[in-house]
């Protein structure tokens, strides 16, 4: 068994407005510490990445509406997928689909991870601690190596799909660089994003496997022309277009 404290609740849920919720694993280091969102809908509700799968998620976002619930994965990166198991309607963007089909292994150990990953994190001040949390959940943890089955996805994206929540609505962007499937998902009339790991307010990877930098130049260059008015991003705090314009100078800058 860890032997670390037992944090319990492991997540804490934060309302961001009168539909959108935040629910984070404060004990989770930033690096691996994904953004689970809640939309609520009045027909359907949206689930928006799923964590790293430590502790049960679906209670803490299923209103158990008519019309169900939709989990998105921003991506196939395991922070992001470790809780999509439970949720029956899953989406992933079309070249990510193959990603699914495979079991899923999260080390929660940083020496497991290459300079492609905990690199950019130390050159932006990030302490990288032996273990990537500081707590565990209620239960324990047996093993550091966490090993999810594979959860295909019941719903195919391709980039320019609406998905209709009922009174709100988002298009589906595809934002590759991160990785090839990467999505986005934004409302117009509100200037909401919900950018997966295409753009947060921390160190951006491009040089993990399947990540590309030519598309994610792209990709941000996309982004930097979209009339936002907040980016709720797959890690870190949520930002307005001011600072999404300045994320996205220092990118283009660096790779651009
Ligand atoms: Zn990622
Ligand atoms: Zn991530």
Redesign the pocket.
Known sequence: MIDLPVADPWFVSKRVDGQVTLVTEPHVHPLLR?NVWQVQGRTSDLVIDTSLGLAPLRHLVDRELANGLLAVATHF?S??IGGLHEFSHRAVHRAEVDRLTEPVTTCLESLAYGEDVVGPYRRAGYRIPELFIDAVPVGGLETTVLEGDPVPATRVLDGGEIIDLGDRSFEVLHLPGHSPGSIGLWERPTGILFSG?AVYDGPLLDELDGSDVGAYVTTIRRLRELPVTVVHG??EPSFGRTRLIELCDLYLAARG
């Open positions: 994904c990166h922070d992001h790991d797959g890690h």
